[in-house]
């Protein structure tokens, strides 16, 4: 990337981490801006209009969720939520609320790159994925014909578990919570009943992974949702 | 009108807000009116045939049934009425009070006593027996009153079941509110908006409801006390903790640190003397021993939070399969190197439990198996059900705990082996999760080496599923 690479908001009241962050960034070909809580954060985004936000949960002087609701009001850039463990209910409002997405404090490098660039990927998206065919591993979803297979043979899904796989494939590499997966799948009236999901997902992974204890996949996102690890997308 | 309440620790007002209730009395005279009407006219259809003696004790009989239902002074009314009305009536002269025969001057006289006489006998009989009644239910009700009140251990709780069982007694809604002042004394007071006054008014009654205020009185000063001691002593647990915190873990904070410290220093002089791959080998102990840090103080805000009561557990239905998942991602890193193998058994149902405290129990059994067995030794995982319960083991083929009771291994502070790099916090916290999930966790030597620990955990109906789809 040249110097025009994508710009990043970091805001974070700890200093040594906004530093590892832009070291981080910078290396990559980042430009990156900084601020220390929820005030100057919003000051700096409208100056700046960055392209990604690097949210922390923790800010002293402010309300992580009152920030995203406000960011979310005039501005489409992807915000990546960084919360310590513990703080999954947190984190839940503010992905419900339209952050993109979160990492967990310690997270590597790797962890952090791979979350920024689903992130900007699927923000430079307009459109739903338009390709009719969506792959990872050896697994094949056609979306024109509505089939999916695995190593060449079809498998079959009910009419949910394909709609949970297209849904967590459309998303491929970005987390999604409970409530957003059974608003998609199962509408409104179903947003509380995290079991039905909870179901689902485990039949969908006796389908679809070698492993399903250990899925290479569809990632549970303990006490947030799930994701569909994308090709390439392992930190 | 105030009642002391019965008890030295709430010497309190019993303040009761009374509406006489007059309407009963009313029906009373009303039914007594109609009663010596309607025998009246029974009295003149069957004149003709029968005596007026017999008259006479058809009266005495509408006086009787009078009394037995609405007391005394219903009765009394009924008697003045039958004699005026058998003159009236049934004696020459009809239709006028005056009469021709001297005779019956005697036979009112005598009717008008057996009357009165009557009406008091039958009175007195129906308080009686009322009593005997009402004192019946009355100590039915303090002994389940005092029942109730032995399980309870809030204010609101007990203040709100005495309520429901004075409402029962007195048929009416009551409001009793304890109004605290200093020294763990105060104020009981009981209200009876609108309530039937001359029925508290009687003392059988009015006994009862003291007696009930009273043991409400107690439960609520008990109650009290139990909180403060068990305040207390959760402030003597959590400053031991401290104590041992403090003494054993500042050590296990410095080892690292100073490691990290060491290294960063030797890596900033950037001397030539510092080789490649030494530099190399440095940034990757500070990585280490930066991500040991990590673990340690995870483990030990776990523990302060669990120890001080201040976890909740969400427990939700989840497939055993996903904590288990994502705990074996957690752990990859240190699992990298190591045979694995997951056994969930078929048809397992969904287990209610919290799952990021379950995940961070298996992560801490999962450490624990990898820190104290050699690496390469397999690590089995085993999931299943029986009797109920939800188990889960992690078998190990490592050396094995050293010898002593196997429960010693989940005290805080206790190490497997000294050298493990722990601060012996991990099955503790493990313990801790299970105790509060309702569950259990053990400690077995495994035949042909190696540990066993397994979590019980209790099942129950599991929620409604989805209705199944047909395929697509």
């Known amino acids: 990337m040249s110097d025009a690479g994508p710009l990043v908001l970091i805001i974070d009241d700890e200093a040594p981490m906004r530093r590892f962050l832009r070291v981080a960034l910078v290396a990559q070909g980042y430009r990156t801006v900084e601020a220390g809580g929820v005030a100057e954060g919003l000051r700096r985004a409208v100056e700046h209009n960055p392209d990604l936000f690097l949210l922390d949960l923790g800010l002293p002087d402010g309300d992580g969720l009152e920030l995203t609701r406000q960011l979310r009001e005039w501005s489409k850039a992807p915000i990546i939520v960084i919360s310590a463990r513990g703080q999954e209910a947190d984190k839940v409002r503010v992905l419900d609320c339209g952050a993109d997405d979160y990492l967990t404090k310690p997270f590597s490098m790797g962890e952090l790159m791979a979350r920024i660039r689903v992130a900007l990927r699927h923000a430079a998206r307009w459109s739903p994925r338009s390709e009719p065919v969506i792959t990872f591993g050896e697994v094949q979803i056609d979306l024109s014909s509505r089939t999916v297979s695995r190593g060449g043979r079809a498998l079959r899904l009910t009419p949910h578990e394909y709609k949970l796989l297209t849904t967590l494939a459309g998303h491929a590499g970005k987390v999604l919570t409970h409530r957003q997966l059974l608003l998609a799948v199962w509408g409104p009236g179903h947003v509380e009943q995290t079991h039905y999901l909870r179901v689902y997902m485990a039949q969908l992974r006796q389908k679809i992974e070698d492993e399903p204890a250990r899925p290479r996949w569809l990632v549970t996102e303990l006490g947030v949702g799930y994701r569909l690890r994308g090709d390439g997308d392992a930190p | ?472």
């Open chain 2, 1 to 472: 009108m105030s009642l002391r309440a019965a008890s030295p620790w709430y010497p309190g007002d019993l303040t009761m807000v009374i509406e006489a209730r007059w309407r009963r009395a009313v029906a009373g005279y009303a039914a007594a009116i109609a009663a010596v009407g309607a025998l009246t006219a029974l009295g003149v259809i069957i004149s003709g045939a029968v005596e007026p003696a017999d008259v006479i004790m058809i009266y005495l009989l509408g006086v009787v049934a009078i009394a037995a239902r609405f007391g005394r002074g219903p009765a009394a009314a009924a008697a003045v009425l039958s004699v005026a009305s058998f003159d009236f009536f049934l004696v020459p002269p009809f239709f006028t009070l005056a009469f021709e025969d001297a005779r019956y001057a005697i036979t009112f006289t005598v009717m008008l006593g057996v009357g009165l006489a009557t009406a008091t006998l039958m009175d007195r009989l129906r308080a009686t027996a009322e009593a005997a009644r009402s004192r019946e239910a009355q100590t039915a009700t303090l002994l389940s009153l005092s029942r109730e009140l032995a399980l309870l251990r809030s204010s609101p709780a007990i203040l709100a079941c005495a309520e429901r069982h004075i409402a029962a007694t007195l048929n009416h809604p009551v409001t009793l509110t304890a109004e605290p002042n200093v020294a763990g004394a105060g104020a009981l007071s009981l209200r009876v908006p609108g309530g039937p006054a001359d029925e508290i008014e009687a003392p059988a009654l009015r006994g009862s409801l003291e007696a009930m205020v009273g043991i409400t009185a107690v439960a609520l000063q008990s109650a009290a006390m139990a909180e403060e001691a068990q305040q207390s002593e959760l402030r003597a647990r959590t400053e031991e903790l401290r104590g041992s915190l403090l003494s054993s873990v500042s050590h296990d904070l410095r080892t690292p640190l100073a490691s990290i410290t060491g290294a960063a220093s030797v890596l900033l002089q950037g001397s030539a003397s510092v080789d490649e791959q030494t530099q190399r080998e440095l940034l990757q102990m500070i990585h280490e021993e930066a991500a040991r840090l990590e673990r340690l103080v995870r483990n030990l805000l776990e523990m302060t939070r669990l120890s001080a009561g201040a976890v909740r557990v969400h427990k939700e239905w989840v497939p055993i399969e996903e904590p288990i998942g994502s705990a074996l991602a957690r752990a990859e890193g240190r699992l990298r190197e190591r045979p694995l193998t997951v056994a969930i058994a078929e048809g397992m149902p969904l287990v209610p439990l919290d799952v990021l405290l379950f995940e961070q129990l298996l992560l801490n059994l999962l450490e624990n198996a990898c820190r104290y067995t050699p690496e390469g030794a397999p690590i089995e995982l085993r999931a299943a059900t029986a009797a109920n319960q939800a188990i889960l083991e992690i078998a190990d083929r490592g050396p094995g705990a050293p010898p002593g009771p196997r429960e010693a291994l989940f005290e805080r502070f206790t190490r497997g082996r000294v050298g493990g790099g722990g601060v012996g916090l991990g099955l503790a916290i493990c313990r801790a999760i299970a105790i509060a999930h309702g569950g259990a966790i053990t400690a077995e030597d495994r035949p042909g080496g190696g540990m066993i620990f397994r979590v019980t955990l209790p099942l129950a109906d599991a929620p409604p599923l989805p209705r199944s789809e047909e395929g697509a």
